[in-house]
């Protein structure tokens, strides 16, 4: 799709997107995500991001069986039925990112701040790699694609993925983000109201 939407478009229409076609994503509209991520800010603009751009299907089933197999084992090892119940309603929020013809792991490293008091509070480079997300879930958007932005797999399998990935350390995968064609709209969704979010002095 060539025809980009309005930026306000682009944000009312960006939703979690967790089922897709099998039209694929193409490359140039992938270097157009990746560009946007290229432009966000973030802190003494260090950058502190990695894309690592999955589009080979075994690998992604690789990823999928990791977490899967993760996942099993906790379910298998959980001392009560509540607790197992808890944990097979984590199954599809933490596989659908796997189902997109292209997953996105999102590498940071952590942040240099000089007054390392202050790192948990501010967070700085969470923070930026957060925007340069943000910046890329709505390129994928705005040309037309879907995805979701995910953390759930890495709960789970954050030093197994980052293992089969090859990931050295400073870096560590922070988030996965799923692109592909949305298979159907995503359902309703809420939003508090402007007035619960907003102070005007
Ligand atoms: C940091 C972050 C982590 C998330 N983790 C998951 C996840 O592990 N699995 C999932 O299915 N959705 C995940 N989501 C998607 C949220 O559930 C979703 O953004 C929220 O419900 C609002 O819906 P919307 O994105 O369609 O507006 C995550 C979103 C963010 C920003």
Same mark, same amino acid.
């Given at each position: +799709?060539? /025809? /980009? +939407?309005?930026?306000?478009?682009?944000?009312?229409?960006?939703?979690?997107?967790?089922?897709?076609?099998?039209?694929?994503?193409?490359?140039?509209d992938l270097m157009a995500m990746?560009?946007?991520?290229?432009?966000?800010?973030?802190?003494?603009?260090?950058?502190?991001?990695?894309? %690592?751009?999955?589009?080979?299907?075994?690998?992604?089933?690789?990823?999928?069986?990791?977490?899967?197999?993760?996942?099993?084992?906790? %379910? @298998?090892?959980?001392?009560? @039925?509540?607790?197992?119940?808890?944990?097979?309603?984590?199954?599809?929020?933490?596989?659908?990112?796997?189902?997109?013809?292209?997953?996105?792991?999102?590498?940071?490293?952590?942040?240099?701040?000089?007054?390392?008091? @202050?790192?948990?509070?501010?967070n700085q480079g969470l923070q930026?790699?957060?925007?340069?997300?943000?910046?890329?879930?709505?390129?994928?958007?705005?040309?037309?694609?879907?995805?979701?932005?995910?953390?759930?797999p890495l709960e789970l399998a954050?030093?197994?993925?980052?293992? $089969?990935?090859?990931?050295?350390?400073?870096?560590?995968?922070?988030?996965?983000?799923? $692109?592909?064609?949305?298979?159907?709209?995503?359902? @309703?969704?809420?939003?508090?109201?402007?007035?619960? %979010?907003?102070?005007?002095?």
């Amino acid at each position: +799709m060539n /025809l /980009l +939407m309005d930026f306000f478009e682009t944000v009312r229409r960006r939703r979690s997107i967790r089922h897709f076609t099998d039209a694929p994503v193409r490359d140039e509209d992938l270097m157009a995500m990746i560009e946007a991520a290229r432009l966000a800010p973030s802190p003494r603009n260090e950058q502190p991001w990695h894309f %690592i751009v999955i589009r080979d299907q075994q690998a992604i089933s690789n990823l999928r069986d990791i977490v899967n197999a993760l996942l099993d084992a906790q %379910i @298998k090892g959980a001392d009560s @039925k509540a607790r197992k119940k808890a944990l097979k309603n984590k199954r599809f929020g933490a596989t659908n990112v796997f189902d997109a013809p292209v997953v996105v792991v999102v590498l940071t490293k952590p942040f240099p701040n000089p007054d390392p008091a @202050k790192q948990p509070i501010f967070n700085q480079g969470l923070q930026g790699v957060s925007a340069a997300i943000t910046h890329f879930h709505l390129a994928a958007t705005a040309l037309g694609y879907g995805g979701c932005w995910v953390v759930l797999p890495l709960e789970l399998a954050q030093f197994e993925i980052e293992a $089969v990935l090859r990931v050295r350390k400073p870096w560590f995968a922070v988030a996965l983000l799923s $692109v592909g064609v949305p298979a159907k709209a995503a359902g @309703k969704t809420k939003r508090k109201p402007i007035e619960e %979010i907003v102070t005007f002095e």
